[in-house]
């Protein structure tokens, strides 16, 4: 079975993600979308709270998968025999990052690869810093999300409060 990985911290989950995750789908028999913590980044969202939006947001893909993990990406990937790890890449300064990240994984573990795809080019500047930014404001991230995910976002950012999984 060819399983790739999509990790990141996906705070939150924006369309730009689901591009990425749905195209990443069509190259393999099983895709696993990693909620990893990232100790250097606060999160505004608990991990528990992104991984149900990312499976909100990619229900109906039927060979997708969501879960959490806390450690070395490189230790996922050997318990779960990943082919490759799959990243997005929305300008050429992410090329650079993704390229440092790839090489460093790959002296941790030889077998590690990694897929990198460029995201559209209509969503080459859809964050999710960018979402929570506007969201935090009250604009309008209907275009940034996937529409099961804006009253969520919104409701979190604009209270202050945890994030309620189902829209009112």
Wanted: hydrophobic residues 45%; proline residues 5%; aromatic residues 8%.
């Amino acid at each position: 079975m060819n399983t790739l990985i999509y990790p990141g911290s996906f705070d939150p989950f924006t369309n730009g993600h689901v591009d990425i995750a749905s195209r990443a789908a069509l190259l393999c028999d099983r895709l696993l979308i990693v909620i990893l913590t990232n100790r250097a980044k606060k999160q505004h969202f608990d991990a528990d709270t992104r991984v149900a939006m990312a499976r909100l947001a990619m229900e109906g893909v039927d060979n997708v998968e969501v879960e959490k993990f806390d450690g070395l990406l490189v230790d996922y990937y050997r318990r779960v025999d990943a082919t490759a790890v799959v990243r997005g890449l929305r300008s050429q300064s992410d090329f650079r990052f993704e390229a440092e990240i790839a090489a460093a994984n790959k002296l941790l573990l030889p077998s590690y690869e990694t897929c990198l795809l460029p995201c559209r080019p209509d969503l080459a500047f859809t964050s999710s810093s960018l979402v929570r930014e506007v969201a935090s404001y009250g604009g309008d991230i209907s275009g940034m999300v996937p529409k099961a995910l804006v009253s969520i976002i919104q409701k979190h950012l604009n209270n202050n409060k945890p994030a309620a999984l189902q829209p009112d």
